[in-house]
């Protein structure tokens, strides 16, 4: 239930184009077509499945405060082991670019292999996967959120790319559409683009009460009044009465 439940959030709820606005430049640059745009997505689905698990055990066992203590065998006493104070987590954006970079020349060598014309139409943005702030972001959002295990890092991997891939689909799908629209001149080409991503971004701001997980139950404090007597308003009168004539 974990693994659906981070699925089905990394796609419509944490949405790298919706939701965060990440990995805009590739988005709006081949989203003109459709089939480029599948080969693109593809591609991103393929990096981020990759290299968020990879970048997961990086964090893990190498990067994390306190991380290398499995390096002398004491990982049931941590605080006996010579590398407890060692802490490299400030090699994070290093090492992530650089497993990001290695399965992007993987991407790209297979790309151009088997389809050569979707590489020449993807032309620069293929290699320009490595630094894809969608891509980074991934690994950085899988570092901040502590994701706990490398089959749920995975899951995040995979469902972020598909998001991603949804995104620019949908947008291409409509790019070709409105090629044949009446659209104002001025909101032509791009300005058309950013209006619509801000409308279908709204449209996937309600899959935010998808998974909320139901409603918590709160327990109301009871308070009791206690109601006066008249006999004791009657003393309180004359006590008030008595204050002012003093």
Not at 179 to 191: A, F, H
Not at 196 to 221: C, Y
Request: glycine share 8%; with cysteine.
């Amino acid at each position: 239930m974990e693994h659906l439940e981070l699925f089905l959030k990394s796609i419509f709820i944490d949405n790298m184009v919706f939701a965060t606005f990440l990995g805009m430049c590739s988005y709006l640059a081949v989203s003109k077509r459709v089939k480029t745009a599948v080969g693109l997505g593809a591609a991103v689905i393929f990096v981020l499945a990759i290299t968020v698990p990879l970048n997961w055990l990086l964090d893990m066992y190498i990067l994390k405060p306190h991380a290398l203590v499995w390096l002398d065998g004491n990982l049931k006493t941590p605080e006996l082991s010579a590398y407890y104070d060692y802490d490299l987590s400030f090699l994070s954006f290093i090492l992530f670019i650089a497993t990001i970079a290695t399965m992007v020349q993987l991407v790209e060598i297979v790309v151009e292999k088997f389809s050569p014309s979707l590489y020449n139409s993807l032309g620069i943005f293929l290699p320009l996967i490595a630094v894809n702030c969608a891509i980074l972001g991934g690994s950085l959002f899988m570092q901040s959120r502590e994701i706990p295990s490398f089959s749920l890092a995975t899951v995040y991997g995979i469902g972020s790319g598909i998001g991603w891939f949804l995104a620019i689909v949908a947008i291409a799908a409509i790019r070709e559409k409105i090629r044949y629209s009446n659209v104002v001149p001025p909101l032509r080409g791009l300005g058309i683009t950013f209006i619509i991503t801000g409308l279908m971004a709204i449209g996937f701001m309600s899959f935010g009460g998808m998974l909320t997980g139901g409603e918590k139950k709160v327990k109301k404090k009871e308070k009791t009044v206690q109601l006066e007597t008249p006999k004791k308003q009657e003393v309180k009168k004359e006590l008030v009465i008595n204050t002012k004539k003093n």
